[in-house]
T-cell receptor, first 114, second 110 residues
């Protein structure tokens, strides 16, 4: 096991609602990245947090936002949910002190938007 | 053009076969390369990093060709437990972004 945890495991929301997903990084890791994985696709990078600051962002609208806390855990917030937001949301923790910055994934949160 | 492209397969091979996957990437300045394995409805798990000199881990061999911008994964003596989707991952030179391919599906048949 990677030691990366995510909650909740599953979630059902309706269009227009807001959702908060949580991630606890592996011990010793200071960086958290969030990904969206639609069915049959590879994970798509949403953003990365390092030392509580956003440290890179993919092609996602501003209604996708995040936070990182002093203990390096992180939240992903999505406002004004759309049907296309239905996906597996993965967080990955890594350490910028570890050279190639290998990422280790949590089990994911499956979000269904109705 | 996608940052990382993979043949989605599926590859259906008998036990004991050797199978190879290729992946191409578009940014010649990319810095780091990985293969991840993803089982159905599970998270991706690191299979191996890919180094310029090539590297081997048991039955798995990964190679990087920077000139042609492709990465390969060779699996020898396939086992039933190798059945999964294999994701090629490239870290760009800026923005801390990791780019994933769509994955290649492998089924090893008894």
């Amino acid at each position: 096991e990677t030691g990366v945890t995510q909650s909740p495991t599953h979630l059902i929301k309706t269009r227009g609602q807001q959702v908060t997903l949580r991630c606890s990084s592996q011990s010793g890791h200071n960086t958290v990245s969030w990904y969206q994985q639609a069915l049959g696709q590879g994970p798509q990078f949403i953003f990365q947090y390092y030392r509580e600051e956003e440290n890179g962002r993919g092609n996602f609208p501003p209604r996708f936002s995040g936070l990182q806390f002093p203990n390096y855990s992180s939240e992903l917030n999505v406002n004004a949910l759309e049907l296309d937001d239905s996906a597996l949301y993965l967080c990955a923790s890594s350490s910028k002190l570890a050279g190639a910055e290998t990422q280790y994934f949590g089990p994911g949160t499956r979000l269904l938007v109705l | 053009r996608k940052e990382v492209e993979q043949d989605p397969g599926p590859f259906n091979v008998p036990e004991g076969a050797t199978v190879a996957f290729n992946c191409t990437y578009s940014n010649s300045a990319s810095q780091s390369f990985f293969w991840y394995r993803q089982d159905c409805r599970k998270e991706p798990k690191l299979l191996m990093s890919v180094y310029s000199s090539g590297n081997e881990d048991g039955r798995f061999t990964a190679q990087l060709n920077r000139a042609s911008q492709y990465i390969s994964l060779l699996i020898r003596d396939s086992k039933l437990s190798d059945s999964a989707t294999y994701l090629c991952v490239v870290k760009g030179d800026t923005g801390n972004q990791f780019y994933f391919g769509t994955g290649t599906s492998l089924t090893v048949i008894p």
